[in-house]
């Protein structure tokens, strides 16, 4: 059974949470359980599979909570971050919402029901789940379709869609507000746009870009339609008469809808659907949305495709829901689109707790946000929160701590804590430093007015040893780099150690290491480098030291020079490898000849692929190429394996140069990184070109610290 922790953050208003119900299997236990706000708390866990770990995060919402979930976005055309969602509202908690139109205009593919009101919805009827107002957030399965039509100069044609990412052909669309200032040119080959306010036609142009009038609409035809509406007279008058089926909320509900692409539970079972199809038989991160018997709503998101967790399958998430206690749930959009965000205990703002596949936050359609009522000023708790991790210390050592009074809702409040300790043989409290005497166990105690707080912390055995757990390799003068000081006990039980307790020796013409506030030690570089050096760590008798470099010099993996000793891959594009002239007289270089137009929608892709993915040798702190660019604006990316997990990164967003130009992205320099593909990807259909793109001497950058450089295995030809 893995460990439990349970943060309470503030007792006093937190009575409305539901207990963690007992799961039923011990990977999806939760490691921590965190109040993030009246009725709603976090849970994470770590846990592995015959793949390998797997994290999550799951946000459980008490049924009558005063927390309520709401469906956040900015429009229907303009995709954002969680996190600013999130911010924007006053939400401590979202979950990435419904799969999106990635490629081009960045709207939900299912219908969009907020407040009650319908902001995009199609002719043709689409799943989709429904959450009321509460007090009970069971979820509601059912359908939203469109039903209604536009009459232009005494012509009435039928509407097809509302907010669509896509205008059927021979039809018309009807765009409100809502839809935002996207280009309706990206829903349509070809067609005619009618502006009206008023109540009458103020444009006829093709389809364009621009906000839609807040007192009026905007219609856009295909086909034979927009042939009818091409000649339409300015001043002409025109109506719309729309009414929508939506039984996915209750009649009169201000509740909400999003697109509900696939059923995982029902009846407190996983629900039947195709476990052969490749977008729920993979292992990805994954996000989705259930309800218990009792009308909590779960909010569930799985890290995958980091070097921390691989994924799981949608069979495998809705069983991590039937353990959480679902009754009920469906898919939310996954892969790079699976975030989580929260609002952790004391803190101002909402972050990241799942790690984006994409390594970096994607901005999606819409998103699923838990928003608190409003509180007064006062404090109800205090929250204590150890600023580097568990609540560990060692004797003579000091505990860095964040305490923050918070009101009801966890909003942080004004005020001005007195802390003590529970057992001062143990645990010293002085000033508001927090120390440790002997091993043991105790707390400390935190007060502010009538808000009280609480924090148990260990006290281990005496400092033995000290390590940095990464690779101190900082690539240019200027560099900063900011690591945890790690201390071990006689037992082999380690915690981290503060910078402020730590005396760090350094070459003062290379390094300047300083002390953090939250406990880690900063170190900057002041040479360009290459050079080694070293960090000399003291602390309580242990010392240590630890090999450190600044600057790096690149080392050749691949000359890139062989196009036979790589292979092309496509999606949506024809591609070929051919041996040409490289950057430098008599080198050699791989030309990647592609075609992407002609293809059905979606994003085209031409790689090189290496039949062995290319190690790095250890250390790295980057990968670099040469490229000769044709200023087609293709987008220039990698696939690296990192610790076992695929990531994509990003050598240039737009190959907008020609002639040759080196280009690099940094790797983590404490992990296992092999390059699997260099490929282009062009994701807008009106910007694909056929074209050719030269790459050559594939490096890595490799501080001076000893590694050994791994041989690259070519296939046998």
């Known amino acids: 059974m893995l460990r439990r922790t349970v943060l309470t953050m503030f007792a006093l208003v937190a009575a409305g949470p539901a207990t963690p119900r007992a799961f039923a299997a011990a990977a999806t236990d939760p490691d921590v359980v965190e109040v993030v706000a009246p009725g709603l708390t976090l849970e994470r866990s770590t846990g592995s599979t015959p793949a390998g770990p797997v994290r999550q995060a799951l946000l459980r919402l008490a049924a009558g909570s005063t927390t309520r979930p709401v469906l956040l976005q900015a429009d229907l055309s303009s995709p954002r971050t969680p996190t600013d969602l999130a911010t924007a509202a006053g939400a401590v908690a979202a979950v990435n919402g419904d799969f999106f139109d990635i490629d081009r205009t960045g709207t939900p593919d299912g219908p969009v029901v907020r407040d009650g009101q319908v902001l995009k919805a199609s002719g043709q009827a689409q799943g989709a789940v429904g959450f009321d107002g509460g007090p009970r957030w069971t979820g509601r399965l059912g359908q939203v379709q469109l039903q209604g039509s536009a009459t232009v100069a005494g012509r009435t044609f039928p509407l097809a869609a509302l907010g669509t990412r896509t205008v059927p052909e021979d039809a018309l669309a009807l765009f409100g507000p809502a839809w935002g200032a996207g280009d309706r040119a990206l829903t349509v080959t070809s067609g005619v746009e009618l502006e009206v306010r008023a109540g009458v036609v103020t444009a006829v142009r093709p389809p ?402 290496a039949p062995v993915p290319v190690p790095l040798p250890a250390g790295s702190t980057a990968v670099a190429l040469q490229v000769r660019g044709d200023g087609a604006g293709g987008w220039l990316r990698a696939t690296l394996r990192v610790a076992g997990a695929s990531r994509p990164v990003t050598f240039a967003a737009r190959v907008d140069w020609t002639g040759w130009r080196r280009v690099a992205v940094p790797v983590p320099p404490d992990a296992d990184v092999r390059l699997e593909r260099v490929y282009l990807a062009q994701t807008s259909v009106a910007a694909r070109r056929a074209g050719a793109v030269d790459l050559a001497r594939l490096q890595a950058q490799v501080p001076p610290l000893p590694v050994v450089l791994p041989r690259r295995r070519r296939p046998v030809r």
């Open 208 to 609: 364009g870009g621009g906000a839609v009038p807040a007192d009026g609409f905007v219609l856009v035809a295909s086909g034979a339609v927009a042939a009818a509406l091409a000649g339409t007279p300015l001043g002409s008058p025109a109506t719309r008469d729309v009414q929508f089926r939506d039984d996915a909320l209750a009649p009169g509900s201000t509740g909400f809808a999003l697109g509900a692409r696939l059923e995982l539970v029902r009846d407190g079972a996983v629900a039947l659907f195709d476990t052969a199809d490749p977008t729920w038989a993979a292992l990805r991160a994954r996000t989705a949305v259930g309800w218990t018997a009792d009308g909590d709503l779960l909010l569930l998101t799985v890290e995958g495709g980091t070097a921390l967790s691989v994924g799981v399958t949608a069979t495998e998430t809705a069983r991590r829901l039937v353990a959480a206690g679902a009754v009920g749930a469906v898919v939310l959009d996954g892969g790079g689109s699976a975030q989580l965000v929260a609002r952790r205990p004391g803190d101002a703002a909402v972050s990241d707790v799942v790690v984006p596949s994409d390594g970096a936050p994607r901005p999606v359609a819409n998103a699923v946000g838990l928003v608190p009522a409003p509180a007064g000023p006062l404090p109800a708790a205090v929250v204590l929160r150890p600023a580097l991790g568990a609540a560990q210390v060692f004797p003579g050592l000091s505990l860095p701590l964040r305490v923050v009074p918070v009101t009801a809702s966890g909003a942080p409040a004004d005020g001005a804590p007195v802390l003590s300790s529970s057992d001062p043989g143990v645990l010293a409290v002085a000033g508001g430093a927090v120390r440790g005497v002997a091993p043991g166990r105790a707390a400390v105690l935190a007060g502010a007015g009538a808000a009280t707080g609480r924090l148990d912390v260990e006290v281990l055995g005496p400092l033995t040893r000290l390590s940095v757990g990464t690779v101190l390799a900082l690539p240019a003068a200027g560099s900063v780099l900011e690591v945890t000081v790690t201390g071990t006990d006689a037992a082999g039980r380690s915690a981290a150690v503060a910078a402020a307790d730590v005396v760090a020796g350094v070459d003062p013409a290379v390094l300047r290491a300083e002390p953090l506030p939250d406990g880690r030690l900063r170190l900057t570089a002041l040479t360009p480098g290459p050079v080694p050096t070293t960090l000399r760590l003291s602390a309580a008798g242990a010392s240590a030291d630890v090999p450190a470099a600044v600057g790096s010099r690149p080392v050749t993996l691949d000359p890139l020079d062989d196009p036979g000793a790589w292979t092309v891959a496509t999606t949506r594009a024809t591609a070929s490898l051919s041996r040409v002239e490289g950057p430098s007289a008599g080198s050699g270089a791989v030309r990647l000849t592609y075609d992407f137009t002609g293809q059905p929608a979606g994003t085209t892709t031409a790689a090189v692929v």
